[in-house]
């Protein structure tokens, strides 16, 4: 085969490589960048949890306070009445009132206090973690900017790189290309090879003396007898 049906082809080649590059750095762009936003939202999670816990325990205490204060306006009552009340039977009833709401305030007294703990605990946590976490987030997101920049310049320099393809596509033989993107898709490596020192630059096995010969005397393009590949010396 002349080598001048084989230097397109080598140019074609080195455009393939090219794009095999740039297609596995957009790949790997992909999964950093699904990594990150895993990373994201989980960190996102965390915060917003650690918020709603610490909101729902403040209502909470909200509640229990109103509660106290219902129970104590109750008990007010109640004694108000004892103080009235003349029949020992009323009195003693009432006896048994003001003691179910002095011990209704006493259990609800103490949950409130549960409640101060668990929020003062939600709230030094948070002013630890808080500062940092949104920190990071806001590295990650710098990061996922930064991902996003650099696979748009890689998918414009793809589409140069298509383009430059196919204008190579058209000078080159159309048998020879067939051959070409047939082995390339078996090989999943270089079709067009050097052979130096008498050695295939594929498949590494020795070429035959004869066609190591020629193929330095006539620095044409010959078929590696072993894997297939299309050899030179020189082009
Ligand atoms: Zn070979």
Redesign the pocket.
């Known amino acids: 085969m002349r080598k001048e049906d084989i230097k397109p082809l080598l140019k074609l080649q080195e455009v393939d490589e090219e794009i095999e590059r740039v297609e596995r750095r957009i790949r790997s762009i992909e999964e950093d960048r699904s990594r990150l936003e895993e990373k994201l939202s989980k960190l996102k999670k965390e915060l917003e949890d650690l918020l709603s816990r610490r909101d729902e325990l403040i209502s909470r205490r909200k509640q229990i306070k109103e509660e106290i204060e219902a129970e104590e306006e109750m008990l007010a009552k109640t004694e108000k009445k004892m103080s009235m009340v003349r029949k020992d039977v009323e009195y003693k009833a009432l006896l048994k009132e003001k003691a179910k709401h002095e011990d209704n305030i006493l259990k609800k007294s103490y949950e409130l206090d549960e409640l101060n703990g668990k929020i003062k605990d939600i709230e030094d946590k948070l002013r630890e973690t808080e500062p940092k976490v949104k920190r990071r987030i806001k590295e990650i997101e710098e990061e996922l900017e930064d991902l996003e920049i650099e696979k748009e310049t890689a998918v414009k320099k793809l589409e140069k790189l298509k383009k430059e393809r196919k204008s190579y596509e058209q000078n080159i033989n159309k048998e020879i290309l067939t051959f070409y993107e047939e082995a390339r898709k078996r090989f999943g490596s270089r079709v067009v090879?050097p052979a130096e020192d008498g050695v295939?630059?594929?498949?590494?096995?020795k070429?035959p003396d004869v066609l190591f010969s020629k193929l330095i005397k006539e620095e044409n393009v010959e078929t590696?007898?072993?894997?297939?590949?299309y050899?030179y010396y020189r082009l």
Do not use: E, L, M, N
Not at 200 to 205: D, E, L, M, T
């Open positions: 090879v295939c630059g594929g498949c590494g096995i070429i590696c007898p072993s894997c297939g590949r050899i």
